[in-house]
């Protein structure tokens, strides 16, 4: 994306946002709350229109593109947008169905957890639960390219240790692989490439020896965004 550019009403939520994912890598996009996180990657999954700018996803415009570029793309959003009615195994199937060659459903769900509430339907799913089911619906598809916000909001240790290898592995798949967080850990742990984002730009970005040399990346983070100004 570059220099994009996005207005609600008298808020400015981005301003001149520019940076890039590469394939078989993790990008994390890592900012306080209000920096742009989530409107930026709204704007590349062709969800929020940027009022100015160019964004392009595997080469196309997300706005312009068709059925198989959407079907290139997982997306895990902020609030997970899963079905209330469904369980999880169904939904994970019926999402597996629009797919040539998808991940096998079974083996995701073990891997994640799933199983221990397959039967139980969305609306009565825990949070964490929830993140695992919307994780895996992202990932089902086998995407060239996937958005997820906040993965792992919500999950505990062990849950949490496990989506990073996960997303680890499908990185080695060659999938572009873009995190939204706040969390240092992850960023630290995760990520081969990171953009540090405030009041709708980038404040710095590149990869974690990059940025922090002697310091560490929460020392970084708090010297370029509105924190370290309280």
Not at 101 to 128: C, H, K, Q, Y
Request: aromatic content about 4%; proline content about 4%.
């Amino acid at each position: 994306m570059r220099d994009l550019a996005k207005r609600f009403g008298a808020t400015t939520a981005l301003a001149g946002m520019t940076w890039a994912a590469r394939r078989g890598q993790v990008t994390a996009v890592l900012g306080p709350n209000g920096a742009g996180k989530t409107t930026t990657i709204e704007c590349a999954e062709g969800l929020q229109r940027p009022d100015s700018g160019e964004v392009r996803v595997l080469g196309a415009d997300p706005w312009q593109a068709g059925p198989d570029h959407r079907a290139a793309v997982g997306v895990m959003l902020q609030d997970g947008g899963l079905p209330n009615a469904s369980t999880p195994v169904r939904l994970l199937r019926h999402l597996a169905a629009f797919h040539q060659s998808p991940a096998d459903v079974d083996a995701l769900v073990e891997r994640l957890g799933i199983d221990a509430f397959s039967g139980t339907t969305v609306r009565r799913l825990s949070g964490g639960q929830k993140q695992r089911v919307a994780l895996a619906a992202a990932l089902v598809g086998r995407p060239e390219v996937a958005f997820l916000d906040e993965p792992t909001a919500g999950l505990d240790p062990h849950a949490r240790l496990d989506a990073w290898e996960l997303l680890r592995e499908t990185r080695d798949t060659g999938c572009a692989v873009i995190v939204t967080t706040h969390s240092f850990e992850e960023a630290e742990r995760l990520a081969d490439h990171i953009v540090i984002v405030d009041r709708g730009r980038v404040a710095t970005q590149g990869s974690l020896a990059e940025l922090t040399g002697e310091r560490s990346l929460e020392k970084i983070y708090f010297s370029l965004t509105r924190e370290a100004t309280r």
